[in-house]
């Protein structure tokens, strides 16, 4: 079992960065890729970044590719989306989630609850 909580989300103005936090529960912390995805209004949700369970591969979707960044600390249980140059477009529920691979395949065995962000413009 793994629990996520993500952290970090909050108002921000256009041209501007965030930094979210996914915290992770369970000892299989460092055997699971982890991925970011954002759900807007309306909107389904989607794939925004993934990071292999070493940290060694990353991906990124074309919509945010050169602005976000991923990360993880896998002494600290935790994965970071670092967010520079942010749209209004941007705005939407971001969400953590542990992948049941250790490179990233879209397999989603856990989510966490989701933190907003807003940019305004």
């Known amino acids: 079992q793994v629990q996520l909580v993500e952290s970090g989300g909050g108002l921000v103005q256009a041209g501007g960065s965030l930094r979210l936090s996914c915290a992770a529960s369970g000892r299989t912390f460092s055997r699971n890729a982890m991925g970011w995805f954002r759900q807007a209004p309306g909107k389904e949700r989607e794939f925004i970044a993934a990071?292999?369970?070493?940290?060694?591969?990353?991906y990124f979707a074309d919509s945010v590719k050169g602005r976000f960044t991923i990360s993880r600390d896998n002494a600290k249980n935790t994965v970071y989306l670092q967010m520079n140059s942010l749209k209004p477009d941007d705005t939407a529920v971001y969400y953590c989630?542990?992948?049941?691979?250790?490179?990233?395949?879209?397999?989603?065995?856990?989510w966490g609850q989701g933190t907003q962000v807003t940019v305004s413009s």
């Open positions: 989630a542990a992948d049941r691979s250790s490179h990233y395949q879209g397999a989603i065995d856990y």
């Open positions: 990071i292999s369970a070493s940290g060694g591969s990353t």
